[in-house]
């Protein structure tokens, strides 16, 4: 099933819910901050719930057709039993505005972020998790239906794992490795039951076509030591592990972890199209096979200065090839991509022109080479609440002033003119 069989290449901004709309006080990140488990604030970000008019305007006069954006749980269901249709209809005005200035709204609908009720709970971990998913869906459909056509579940559940549960940098700030398998087995089932809910709403209200997929974020992996066989070997496992895995179980309709998991899910595919992130390459060495590091260990790049033409404020390195060798590994999907995330927190405006540049080249490539990609969402259209890292990392094509003031920035008429350049928008 495809929507935009019709339509032409999709570019703008994304976004979600906490690091841009401010005071959102019912969620887990919220908490977590007051609890001062990070030194940053997300406080009013960018006084996004109430200014959204003003940044669809501005994406609309940088010529965007489309706007990624996250409706915020904890909002729309501040207690279990509660709904704030207040908020259901200020999520729907929202993709009506949206659509209103001609950038068609893709809506995630789990960006790290829950209400604290679920989290009292057990949050991900509760056997209750895919049920509360699945009401939490049902609702927002009920409102949203009408106006989106293009849904992301779930934004990157082996990052929102691997941080909330392994590392336990992030909320909830667990460490355990069946805590993380446990969570991963939930987000997956409640994947399937969220793109279940959404087809068979727009099918019972005669709403036309709709896309589902959820926001993958996919790492280039290369192998420290390229002529080390279990470099190359450990390598190939992360990298099956952590960029395959998700899109084989949602496609093939089970779930399997050699030695850990193997379970049928409840639908064969549910994947209407493949959403991922792309952000940078990581070497991978293989020296022991400590229970922290199963899947080899990430090599300093120290030992790469040679080859890496640069890096960016969280210190990623920066590797637009890496994004063409991701988007040809997808090919055995068969199925159309959309890229719901790239970008780059620079202070400096060339380094993201050209990041913006050669990425889309490479993007273009990928195309000319049989990569069905229909988008391309750069990351972020405001500089915004950065996690962990608080306001410092600058991904915005659009910068963020004290009283929250907007100031377009070069970058952005150049991903702009490169859009239409390469894809004939
Ligand atoms: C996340 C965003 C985040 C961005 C930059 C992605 O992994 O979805 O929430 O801001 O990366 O770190």
């Known amino acids: 099933m495809t929507v935009s069989g019709k339509q032409p290449f999709l570019f703008g901004g994304a976004a979600s819910s906490h690091q841009v709309e401010g005071n959102n006080p019912a969620n887990d990140w919220w908490d977590w901050e007051m609890a001062g488990k990070v030194p940053f604030r997300s406080g009013e970000a960018c006084f996004q719930y109430e200014r959204y008019r003003e940044d669809f305007e501005i994406a609309a006069k940088l010529g965007h057709n489309a706007h990624r954006f996250s409706v915020e749980w904890s909002r729309i269901q501040p207690q279990e039993n509660q709904w704030n249709e207040e908020a259901l209809r200020h999520y729907r005005e929202m993709a009506r505005e949206a659509r209103r200035h001609g950038l068609e709204p893709i809506v995630t609908l789990h960006h790290f972020t829950n209400p604290m009720w679920f989290v009292r709970k057990g949050g991900w971990l509760s056997a209750e998790a895919v049920a509360d998913f699945e009401r939490f869906t049902k609702k927002t459909v009920e409102f949203l239906g009408p106006v989106v056509r293009t849904w992301i579940t779930i934004n990157e559940p082996m990052v929102y794992i691997y941080k909330g549960f392994w590392e336990g940098t992030w909320p909830p700030g667990v460490q355990s490795a069946g805590a993380s398998l446990r969570v991963l087995r939930n987000m997956l089932h409640a994947h399937v039951r969220a793109y279940w809910v959404l087809h068979r709403h727009y099918e019972l209200e005669r709403l036309g076509p709709v896309w589902v997929s959820l926001a993958k974020h996919v790492i280039q992996f ?11 070997w450990v390598t190939a ?17 089970y779930f399997f972890l050699p030695g850990f998991a193997a379970e049928f899910l409840p639908l064969r595919d549910s994947l209407d199209y493949l959403g991922i992130n792309y952000y940078f390459r990581d070497f991978i060495r293989f020296d022991r096979m400590t229970a922290k590091d199963p899947l080899g260990e990430i090599c300093n790049k120290d030992h790469h200065q040679s080859e890496i033409r640069g890096t960016t404020q969280m210190g990623w390195e920066v590797r637009p090839e890496g994004l063409y060798q991701r988007l040809l590994g997808l ?28 990425h889309l080249s490479y993007v273009a490539q990928a195309v000319k080479e049989g990569v069905d990609v229909r988008g391309y969402l750069y990351w972020s259209l405001i500089d915004n609440f950065e996690w962990d890292k608080g306001y410092d990392p600058k991904f915005g094509l659009v910068g963020l002033g004290a009283r929250g003031e907007r100031k377009i920035k070069s970058s952005a008429h150049v991903l702009t003119e490169t859009c239409r350049k390469l894809f004939q928008i």
Do not use: H
Request: proline share 5%.
């Open 222 to 232: 290369d192998p420290c030591r390229p002529f080390s066989r279990k470099d190359r």
């Open 237 to 253: 496992l992360r990298s099956w592990f952590f960029n395959d895995l998700v899109f084989e179980a949602l496609t093939n309709g």
């Open 331 to 358: 090919r055995r999907f068969g199925k159309p991509v959309m890229i719901t995330e790239n970008g780059i927190a620079t202070l400096d405006e060339s380094q993201r022109e050209s990041y913006i540049i050669n």
